[in-house]
């Protein structure tokens, strides 16, 4: 026995001891390789980094903007409409107040028109942006029963799809999960523009659940929540689905769900120009797949200068209040934003999220109209004084600006100062506030996938011009290391001939 005794551990020492030189092998070459990438990002660098002069020199419009800070006109659309400035004869912009037109229409009359019929009207939006016209009320309830009926995913998508293979980010996964889709078509690569619809139609249904399923799963894996999953319900609007399927008890207010049908209603479409929108039209001009194409405007929305700003107002108006408990302080809040204005403050990039856009100069019409809605909100869930201090940052950062800078400018708030509160005040997870902007652009997504189907008629190929020297080629046995100074002295070498 004894003799046994020690042959086993004899073993285990032997087992402990490779399992300890194992081990401290992979972490020398993770260092090793980690110092490999480190090094050679440096060369990344150098050899990519372009001079700023190149682009004026060669005339190239950089972002696809122009000089003057307008976009480059590269396409028509009938989709949507953003106003937010004139340009006069001199090709200079003129500040004007903000417009916004879906298939034509106001987005203004659209709201208001919801609010004071007191219904739901996304699906509406929906069936406008991707068809062209407002609907009946029959050819409306028919649209929303056939969207009900998208409401369930295909049966083990869930289980297979997203509860066996969570993210911790949401977007990620909503992108994953559309190009999984494609698996559950039975005719996922025909474009034709009956097909085309049919997946839009599928899609919109589905996101709901693509969202709240993911959200369960990361909530459950990665941050040791209880899984709540709830099943939608057809006849639920999608404002209904998606509050009812992330709360555990499923329970929310009207008031609550009318403010985020609001919400994606003034999210649904912003012209063809926006990145992830353009996104769209690059993709489907190739003739690909309607997954492919809604998976990389996902990819494009994820993007923190695109679709992460509400995120941003809520992690900035968080470490405001860190800053400044006392909110009603009006000196200590105009301290907190000078020094975000000054980069010393929240992510110091220098910028009061929810202040200011690329297309509008004196005022955005989305935000003027959440604002109102949410207002009523803030009465409700006893929230005035959050909302009041979203109202002083609105008025006073442009006035601290000008102190700051020596510039007066117009900034209006923008969208992403009232959806940002309106998320926190319906306690809506950050990580599910750009998946919710995806689930209301979507529609505006798939109405410029289809017009761009019809319309489109070429593959997108803009030009991009090399400015990398010729170079003389160099034998393998007489390279040597891109990194060592002999390359470098025989880059300048070749360069200066």
């Not at 298939?103 to 019929?117: F, P, Q």
């Not at 189907?453 to 011009?465: D, E, N, T």
């Amino acid at each position: 026995m004894l003799r046994d005794y020690l042959t086993k551990r004899k073993t285990f020492r032997k087992t402990v001891k490779a399992a300890v030189k194992e081990e401290v092998k992979s972490r020398v070459t993770a260092a090793r390789a980690q110092e490999l990438f480190e090094k050679n990002a440096e060369q990344l660098r150098k050899n990519d980094y372009i001079e700023s002069e190149l682009y004026v020199k060669n005339n190239v419009k950089r972002g696809l903007r122009n000089s003057n800070g307008t976009g480059v006109l590269v396409g028509l659309t009938k989709i949507g409409e953003v106003i937010g400035y004139d340009v006069d004869e001199k090709k200079n912009k003129i500040p004007v107040e903000g417009k916004l037109y879906y298939r034509g229409y106001s987005i203004e009359d659209l709201v208001n028109s919801c609010i004071e019929e007191e219904r739901f009207g996304f699906e509406e939006i929906t069936y406008l942006l991707i068809l062209g016209s407002l609907p009946t009320k029959s050819e409306l309830e028919y649209f929303k029963k056939l969207l009900g009926t998208k409401r369930e995913l295909p049966q083990g998508f869930a289980r297979d799809i997203i509860l066996t293979a969570p993210s911790n980010n949401i977007m990620n996964k909503m992108a994953r999960s559309v190009l999984a889709l494609y698996c559950y078509d039975n005719n996922p690569d025909d474009t034709s523009i009956s097909n085309v619809f049919r997946q839009s139609i599928d899609l919109i249904g589905y996101f709901p659940a693509l969202i709240a399923y993911a959200y369960q799963a990361k909530s459950s894996f990665y941050d040791n929540m209880s899984l709540h999953l709830h099943n939608p319900i057809p006849e639920l609007s999608t404002s209904e689905n998606i509050l009812r399927m992330i709360r555990p008890t499923g329970e929310y207010t009207e008031l609550e769900a009318r403010l985020l049908d609001l919400s994606m209603i003034l999210h649904a479409e912003h012209g063809g120009g926006n990145n992830s929108s353009f996104t769209t039209h690059l993709i489907s001009s190739t003739g690909t797949d309607t997954y492919s194409a809604i998976a990389a405007a996902i990819g494009s929305l994820k993007g923190p200068k695109h679709g992460g700003a509400n995120i941003a107002v809520i992690n900035m108006m968080n470490d405001l209040r860190k800053n400044v408990p006392d909110f009603n302080n009006r000196g200590k809040l105009d301290d907190y934003l000078v020094k975000v204005l000054r980069k010393e403050a929240n992510d110091k990039s220098g910028l009061v999220y929810g202040m200011g856009h690329a297309i509008y100069t004196l005022s955005d019409p989305r935000a003027k109209v959440l604002k109102s809605m949410a207002k009523k909100l803030a009465e409700s869930k006893d929230l005035i004084d959050d909302f009041l201090l979203c109202d002083y940052i609105e008025r006073r950062t442009p006035e601290l600006y000008a102190e700051v800078h020596g510039v007066e400018k117009p900034m209006p708030a923008n969208v992403d100062l009232y959806s940002g509160f309106v998320y926190d005040a319906l306690d809506i997870p950050t990580t599910i506030a750009t998946p919710l902007f995806a689930t209301a652009r979507l529609s505006g997504w798939c109405a410029h996938r289809i017009e761009e189907l019809i319309s489109g008629g070429k593959l997108m190929r803009p030009a991009y011009k090399s400015v990398q020297q010729p170079r003389p080629y160099v034998p393998i046995a007489k390279r040597v290391s891109a990194t060592s100074p002999r390359a470098e002295r025989q880059e300048k070498h070749n360069n200066h001939k």
